[in-house]
Every structure is written in structure tokens, then in C-alpha cells.
């Protein structure tokens, strides 16, 4: 695969990346943390965009294509909102998507979920969520809460949909893993709470009693962050006027949702090393 972005793909992703944004302390954000070199362009929203990513093309230590799945994640990832609420963001997120998956697709290429951009029919080299929970890679999941963390400043409801989805994604895997039931509605405490029956606790009753405690705590916590996700999170739309949050309240469901999964992974590994 060519390692410079089409012009073409420059251009649908700068137009809708741009409108979905629009604020230029966003898309500074947004483009340092995908990679993308240098200072802010100068120019309106869109100018900055097009011209960071050509910026991107131009520079031999700079993965353009890595930067560019990145930028649109957030974007190309969210679920379409219900048609009870902000139906004009709908549309408008329907046809953003549309208009960068067809520019990519005039180039041979495609988007897959969690920002890869591979060569169309294909599937991305880089493993996925699911393959680092089975192989226990720890410093894989850090880097998805770390990216998490990364877009509170600036989209603290996407963080939260994000810890929700990676707890989600561990139970499913463990459940898999170990052959367990799969619950009947696959929500994240029904998923918890059958994860958790099968963990096992310290051997010794006391700290056996201990453990139950702080388990039973986190129950409460899993629930607090699916009702989170729920009700203010990107994956189920957020309406003309969300609820708000503070990024204080957005960096606490993250760590927690932190917490619980590399406790499940290490408890899981333990298990079946």
C-alpha cells in the first residue's frame, strides 16, 4: 500500500472532519495525539486539516496512514443516533461516514474499526482488542485507556462509550475463552456478573470475605458506567442537548473501568498459565 493519503481522501476527510468538530482547539488536540508533526497549520478548520495531512505525507518518519485512522476514529467509529434524537446529527454523521468510506474505497482502501485504514478486502496486520485480552497483552489494553484518557479534555462522552466498550469487549472474550454461558441480554452487568462467578476468590475465608466486598463494590461500579454510557456516552446518541458531564466525572468512570479489566486479565492469565 502507498503510504501517502490520496488527495481525494484528504479532501472528504477534511470537509467532514472539520464540520463534526468545528473548533480549531479540538482538531489541534485531535491531530497531535493521532501523530500528525509540527505546529497547527494556519487557515480555517478544514485548511487545517487538509494541510496537516499533506503535512503527514511529506514527512518520511511519519506514518501517514496510522495518523489518518487515528484522526477519524472517533468520527467513523460512533453509532448512528436514534431517530428520537438530533435526527440532523444523524444525517449528518450518515453521510460523513458514506462520503470518507467511498473516497477510500475510489483508492483501493478501507476503514476498520478502531482506526485502521488497510488496502479494501483486506484485514488490518495490527492485532485486535479481542487479541490483546486473549494473549494478555497488558501494555496493548494500557494504550487504549491511555486513549482514552487522551480525548477527556475534549470529548469526555466518547472516553466513557470507549471504558464502557473495553469491558464489555473483556468479559465477552473471558466468557468465550472459558466456554461460560453467554447471559441473554449482553449488557455489561449481566456480562460482569457472569465473568465474576467464575474468577474465584482468595482461598483464605477472610480475605475470601474481604475480596467479596470490594467485588460487590465493583458491581456497582460496572453498573455506574454502563448507566454512563447509556445516558451521555457517543454510542447511543446524544440529542440536540446531551446531559453534561465534568472531565473529572468522565476521568473517574475510566479509571475505574481500568481497574476492573486488568484485574479480570490478571486473574484470567493466572488461571490459565
Known amino acids: 500500500m502507498n503510504n501517502k493519503i490520496p488527495n481525494s481522501v484528504i479532501g472528504a476527510v ?58 477519524i476514529q472517533g468520527f467513523m467509529d460512533q453509532e448512528e ?36 485504514i488497510v488496502l479494501a478486502g483486506s484485514n488490518p496486520t495490527t492485532k485486535t482488542l479481542k487479541d490483546y485480552l486473549r494473549t494478555g497483552d497488558f501494555s496493548s489494553i494500557e494504550k487504549e485507556f491511555e486513549r482514552a484518557l487522551k480525548n477527556i479534555d475534549t470529548d469526555p462522552h466518547a ?37 465474576q462467578k467464575h474468577l474465584g476468590l482468595n482461598i483464605d475465608r477472610n480475605l475470601g470475605e474481604d475480596e467479596q466486598k470490594i467485588l460487590s463494590g465493583l458491581s456497582s461500579i460496572v453498573d455506574g458506567i454502563g448507566a454512563f454510557r447509556t445516558h451521555i456516552g457517543s454510542a447511543h446518541g446524544r440529542g440536540i442537548k446531551p446531559p453534561r458531564i465534568t472531565v473529572a466525572e468522565a476521568r473517574l468512570a475510566v479509571n475505574a473501568s481500568h481497574t476492573l479489566t486488568i484485574f479480570i486479565m490478571e486473574r484470567w492469565h493466572t488461571r490459565i498459565s
Open 81 to 116: 443516533t436514534s431517530a428520537l434524537f438530533g435526527s440532523r446529527d444523524n444525517d449528518f454523521t450518515e453521510k460523513g461516514k458514506a462520503r470518507i468510506k467511498n473516497a477510500l474505497a475510489k483508492n483501493q482502501l478501507s476503514y476498520k474499526t478502531n482506526g485502521f
Open 159 to 195: 472516553s466513557i462509550t470507549a471504558a464502557s466498550s473495553i469491558i464489555e469487549s473483556v468479559c465477552k472474550t473471558y466468557i468465550e475463552t472459558f466456554g461460560l454461558e453467554m447471559p441473554n441480554k449482553k449488557n455489561i452487568l449481566p456480562l460482569w456478573k457472569t465473568v
Open 14 to 71: 477534511s470537509s467532514v472532519i472539520a464540520a463534526h468538530y468545528y473548533s480549531h482547539s479540538k482538531l489541534n488536540t485531535l491531530f497531535m495525539e493521532s501523530g500528525a508533526p509540527g505546529e497547527p497549520p494556519e487557515g480555517n478548520c478544514e485548511t487545517k486539516c487538509s494541510n496537516w495531512l499533506k503535512r503527514c505525507n511529506e514527512d518520511p518518519l511519519i506514518n501517514a496512514f496510522e495518523v489518518l485512522g487515528h484522526v
